[in-house]
């Protein structure tokens, strides 16, 4: 019981980085930089606290993670950015459908034994991404949000990749965070329009210490408990908790071609990371 609170916990976190991105950005008219710099700012310091606490350094071979703090910095940059234009549940389909299509032609490229399952769960991710995105006379999806969100799903998937293996996955973390504060303020040299309401300070913070600070401690946690099928999995239900958060807390619509979409792309997702087992084993 104990660890499926914990699992819930940080896929509720997860949900709440697009809910808060959105409200930051959006509802509060915070300019997307200013909002991503505050938010790698407040998930760095929380993580190099939680790291300290266990009488490590954060600092340790940092120089070494600047390939991963630049693919989180952008994928921080491209988060901020479409969430302008794009609802939080669209915007977390669009974040995982791209992933699991990108993460599917890394494995095509690396010349990995791809399962039948794997091949049809992304055919069905790749069709909901056209029916969410297909344009037409009563619906469109804003195409300067759609490609932040896909650029920013690019850095995450680098983020990934890079990431994959590592000894200390929390202090990794903690180091990419601080060296990706410096990448993603020297965006600010661009400019900035937006006004630094308290409202999207105050969703910056949360999102930086708690929804991605804590989150990602809680799940770092809990993930070696979970086989990997069951990781991927119960990350399904980060688009289906932030499509019913904005509904209820933004007043988002609820649209049949976002639930069609949604249901193609989760069910995808799903699909790919089934194993079967051979006739006679259980």
């Not at 790749?126 to 920013?152: E, K, N, R, Y």
């Not at 850095?155 to 990794?172: E, F, H, N, V």
Request: glycine residues 10%; hydrophobic residues 60%; charged residues 5%.
């Amino acid at each position: 019981m104990k660890l499926f609170i914990l699992v819930a916990l940080a896929m509720m976190a997860f949900a709440a980085n697009s809910v808060l991105t959105r409200v930051g950005v959006a509802h509060y008219a915070m300019d997307p930089v200013a909002f991503a710099v505050i938010r790698v700012a407040a998930g760095a310091l929380t993580l190099a606290l939680l790291v300290a606490a266990r009488r490590n350094s954060p600092l340790t071979d940092i120089t070494s993670r600047w390939r991963g703090a630049l693919a989180l910095a952008i994928y921080m940059l491209g988060f901020s950015w479409a969430y302008l234009s794009l609802g939080a549940g669209l915007g977390a389909l669009i974040l995982f459908g791209v992933l699991q299509v990108i993460m599917f032609g890394w494995a095509v490229w690396r010349g990995q034994s791809i399962p039948l399952m794997r091949w049809i769960g992304a055919i069905f991710a790749i069709v909901g991404l056209v029916v969410l995105l297909w344009p037409t006379q009563a619906f469109s999806v804003p195409f300067f949000g759609t490609v932040s969100m896909i650029v920013a799903t690019i850095g995450w998937a680098a983020y990934t990749i890079l990431g994959q293996g590592a000894r200390d996955p929390l202090r990794a973390t903690a180091g990419n965070f601080i060296l990706c504060l410096p990448i993603v303020a020297l965006a600010l040299l661009a400019g900035t329009d937006g006004e630094f309401a308290q409202g999207g300070v105050i969703s910056a913070i949360v999102a930086g210490s708690l929804s991605s600070g804590i989150g990602y401690a809680i799940w770092y946690r809990v993930l070696p408990q979970l086989a990997t099928t069951v990781a991927a999995v119960a990350q399904l239900s980060v688009p289906v908790i932030a499509v019913i958060a904005g509904v209820l807390f933004l007043g988002e619509p609820l649209s049949a071609r976002l639930v069609i979409a949604g249901a193609l792309v989760i069910g995808g997702i799903a699909l790919s990371n089934v194993k079967w087992a051979p006739a006679g084993r259980i």
